[in-house]
């Protein structure tokens, strides 16, 4: 390969990288998960919440999406991490939580803390959100 061939893919990577760099690091307003992590040294991020399972724990992550089904009593499931059926970590909130937590599209994007027992439930990490307390978002 010529040298030319070199220097212009390097171009190519670095004209695609420091753009990325840069979104990912300022989507959030500059926070990211170990922006998270420094403010609460007790907090989890989302992807190692798998080593937590049986624990209360504080989640650290981006809402992804958020899943109301609320018919026949199903819980509305809020997203952190990724989306289904990817790998991600769930909070579950049934009638009663829906009730106090009314704006949950607020949280949608955003780097939050979701509080509480964590439990897996068809394979997914999740977490019973029933106060609105137990979610946050990253200050």
Excluded at 44 to 60: F, K, M, Q, S
Aim: proline share 6%.
């Amino acid at each position: 390969m010529s040298k030319t061939k070199v220097i212009l893919i390097a171009a190519i990577i670095i004209a695609i990288a420091i753009p990325c760099c840069y979104v990912a690091k300022n989507l959030f307003g500059g926070k990211t998960i170990e922006y998270a992590l420094e403010q609460n040294p007790d907090a989890i991020p989302w992807y190692e919440a798998r080593n937590h399972l049986g624990e209360d724990v504080t989640i650290c992550g981006v809402i992804e999406d958020i899943d109301s089904i609320t018919a026949d009593g199903n819980p509305t499931y809020i997203e952190m991490g990724d989306v289904a059926p990817n790998d991600r970590v769930t909070g579950d909130i049934w009638a009663e939580g829906q009730a106090k937590i009314p704006n949950l599209e607020e949280y949608k994007g955003k780097l939050v803390y979701m509080e509480g027992y964590l439990f897996e439930y068809k394979g997914i990490p999740s977490i019973g959100i029933k106060e609105p307390s137990q979610i946050r978002i990253v200050k």
